[in-house]
């Protein structure tokens, strides 16, 4: 399994150089344009394709650690319209997103999911 600051860091290079290049084709001074070509030598190249997958992966990593961090506020003291707020989403979505990630763990035994249930 690929390291998270490696994901990281191939979604952040491709898309530094992605904003680099964009801002070098727009460039209207010598200045700006040596700044941005200095920019993109530094740079690491990184393909598309392989910026998409990292990003992909980040994504679903973060989704599935996003429980454990909803559990951990609800114990703290947080309401569901808090942990909804800082979500962006509704406060029954927030539970309801909840609910599906313990009833995963439950389905698979990875852990002992009655502490998780309490904070529903």
Known sequence: MTMLRDLLATWENWSARDTLTRALSTATTEHDRDV?????????????LDALRAGSELV??????????VYAARRAGSSWNHVACALDIT????????????????RHGISDVTAYREVL
Not at 36 to 48: E, K, N, Q, Y
């Open 91 to 106: 406060a029954e979505q927030a539970r309801a997103d909840y609910l599906a990630a313990v009833v995963q763990q439950e």
């Open 60 to 69: 679903a990593l973060l989704r599935g650690w996003q429980w454990q961090a």
């Open 36 to 48: 941005l070509r200095r920019g993109l030598h530094t740079t690491p190249d990184v393909d598309p």
